[in-house]
């Protein structure tokens, strides 16, 4: 029988990349299997992202025209990787296409598995000062381990019963059982990734038609971001065939409270939920517990707990061990920075 998960396994889960000033060991010796992506501008060089040794050497191995036109340059020594060196000489539009003709390349010679995931989807790269440097298909995103955004949003009911000793029942999804990503897990109501110059506002209205069949005028009016959620988790083979890679995350966090006679209710549309059930808390507590939920979605739904007053720092000995550990700050540039 597995072990039930506390509050502080599931944030662990989530946010497992070893913090250096807590654990320089832990920390240089995962740093062993990875090189760091720097960008470089005028004022030299700034982290961006954590590249494994396997990509590594397929940039080392790409066609010599292309890697010109990447600017590449690999620092053995240093851990370092620099592309685009020459960054003022390209536009965004450039290097966004170079990026795209390396990613290209990767899923036709099927170099990595990550990209059978692909999406036609850009998703953004920022540079120091929180500028657009390029974009890219979202399943690479996680080769260059660079800063991926998105949205999550729980949706809930007032209801008093002796169901429950919380008035709170949440819709609580089930992924589809063909993703590619985390298959018949329980999920956020809805959730999804922030693609090039999205608002994260207009990303979780169209997220919500597309999955949940939730009306525009609803979640204008009723939706709202309530904070962000950061970590970075590393990956395993229910991410999408690639295990060990680095996701640094930051989701922006929305609540939407739904009427309670039932007149607007999430239904699945675009086949990526297999069903929606409204749930009690002590139900949801139970399948947290079970490690039945997508692991960064736990993390959202906790958090909603924590908001709501129902983990306090009396009933929860992991309280503040879970908001710092939900809220990491990530030293990569990009609009989670203040």
């Not at 890219?136 to 998105?150: C, P, S």
């Amino acid at each position: 029988m597995a072990p039930r998960l506390s509050t502080l396994d599931l944030v662990a889960k989530v946010d497992a990349f070893p913090y250096e000033e807590r654990d320089p060991e832990a920390y240089h010796q995962i740093m062993k299997s990875f090189y760091t992506f720097v960008w470089e501008d005028k004022q030299g060089q700034v982290p961006i992202g954590y590249m494994k040794l396997d990509v590594v050497d397929a940039l080392n191995n790409a066609p010599a025209n292309l890697k010109e036109l990447l600017g590449m340059h690999i620092d053995v020594f240093n851990r370092t990787v620099v592309l685009f060196r020459n960054a003022l000489d390209k536009t965004y539009e450039e290097r966004t296409q170079i990026v795209g003709e390396l990613t290209t390349l990767w899923r036709e010679q099927k170099t990595f598995p990550i990209l059978k995931s692909w999406r036609n989807e850009l998703w953004p790269v920022y540079g120091r000062n929180k500028e657009l440097v390029f974009s890219m298909e979202r399943a690479a995103m996680g080769l260059f381990g660079t800063t991926r955004y998105g949205v999550h949003m729980n949706a809930f009911i007032r209801r008093q019963d002796a169901s429950s000793k919380y008035d709170l029942r949440i819709w609580v999804p089930r992924r589809s059982s063909t993703k590619s990503t985390y298959p018949s897990m329980l999920d956020n109501a809805v959730a999804g990734g922030l693609m090039t110059n999205e608002d994260p506002f207009e990303c979780v209205i169209r997220e919500a038609d597309e999955e949940a069949s939730l009306p525009e005028q609803v979640m204008r009016k009723n939706a709202k971001e309530v904070c962000t959620i950061t970590y970075i988790y590393i990956t395993d083979e229910r991410a999408g065939g690639e295990a060990g890679l680095i996701y640094p995350e930051c989701q922006w966090v929305y609540d939407l409270e739904l009427p309670a006679d039932g007149s607007v209710v999430p239904e699945p549309k675009d086949g990526e939920v297999e069903s929606f059930s409204l749930r009690t808390v002590e139900e949801i507590q139970e399948q947290l517990a079970q490690g039945l939920w997508k692991p960064n979605c736990a993390v959202v739904m906790l958090d909603f707990f924590l908001r709501h007053g129902i983990y306090t720092p009396e009933n929860e000995p992991h309280y503040d061990a879970f908001r710092d550990r939900a809220h990491r700050h990530i030293a990569f540039p990009g609009p989670h920075q203040a």
